[in-house]
């Protein structure tokens, strides 16, 4: 490796920090470290940044400091070129940044000598219809790692969603909103609002409702080669579109359809034990309730 990109949480002095130890390490191994302008690292520490053009460009690999919040931010700059993108966890769960701080220098060198393994996760693709043409040409398709979330204002009153499977109207229900997420995503807000844990080497897509006011709320595990399309129906209520966790400068309004697939770009994950999700999965999820 002779260029990493390097990313940190904005908002977190400490993995402001430990980003520039990781800056000055690498830089001590004659690796080119690209910044992005912008962001607090280059500017706390007076560190040389680029835009973000010369930053995809530029970089073969990406490392991100923070928690599972930073990975997401740093994960958009990865998708179309196939760059792949290790996580130094500083927050809490991380499961997506999955490389303690412990571990840190040593992961560090076997990113450097290209000695680790790629784990392809996959993305889902969504467009947003209204009268049967794209919404938002501008930023259509999005892109999601974790999830695309649907959902109402705080006080605002519940929605009507309708999912659509292969042109099947297969459920109505009046819910808070619906969560539509990878296997990535099923360990984060999915499961919060009660979906199931999916393994993220695989391929699916996870539907679940948001405080569905219905007797049957649970969960749907479709094959992402389904033509999935959610119908909203809220004349009277502010419906937002999240994607990973980002609101989208785009609402959502009555009777506007968001269709979901499977996403033709991966993620590129760098890996150094294939069985690092189950082991988080014990150790920060299991383990927390025992």
Not at 38 to 61: C, Q, T, W, Y
Not at 127 to 156: G, H, W
Not at 198 to 207: D, G, H, Q, Y
């Amino acid at each position: 490796m002779k260029s990493i990109g390097l990313i940190s949480n904005n908002e977190n002095i400490r993995a402001i920090d430990i980003a520039k130890d990781i800056f000055d390490y690498l830089a001590s191994k004659n690796v080119k470290v690209l910044l992005l302008e912008n962001d607090e690292l280059p500017k706390k520490h007076n560190l040389p940044m680029v835009n973000i053009e010369e930053f995809r460009s530029g970089i073969e690999a990406l490392i991100s400091v923070g928690g599972d919040g930073t990975f997401l931010r740093a994960a958009r700059h990865t998708y179309k070129n196939g760059i792949p993108i290790m996580g130094v966890n500083v927050g809490n769960l991380g499961f997506l940044a999955e490389i303690n701080i412990v571990d840190m220098y040593d992961s560090l060198d076997k990113i450097i000598n290209n000695n680790f393994e790629i784990e392809k996760r996959m993305l889902i693709s969504g467009m947003l219809f209204r009268d049967k043409k794209p919404a938002d040409k501008q930023n259509c398709p999005y892109t999601a790692l974790n999830d695309f979330v649907i959902t109402k204002s705080l006080l605002e009153k519940i929605i009507d969603i309708k999912i659509i499977i292969n042109g099947v109207p297969l459920l109505s229900y009046g819910a808070d909103g619906i969560i539509i997420s990878t296997p990535t995503g099923s360990t984060a807000y999915s499961l919060s609002a009660g979906g199931p844990v999916v393994e993220p080497k695989n391929e699916s897509i996870v539907i679940t409702p948001i405080c569905a006011h219905t007797l049957f709320s649970r969960s749907l595990v479709l094959s992402p080669y389904n033509q999935i399309e959610i119908q909203i129906n809220s004349a009277e209520t502010q419906v937002n579109l999240n994607i990973d966790g980002k609101k989208s400068d785009f609402n959502v309004l009555n009777g506007d359809i968001f269709k979901v697939g499977k996403s033709q770009y991966n993620l590129n994950l760098i890996t150094f034990n294939k069985n690092i999700f189950f082991k988080i999965f014990k150790e920060k999820l299991i383990g927390r309730d025992l």
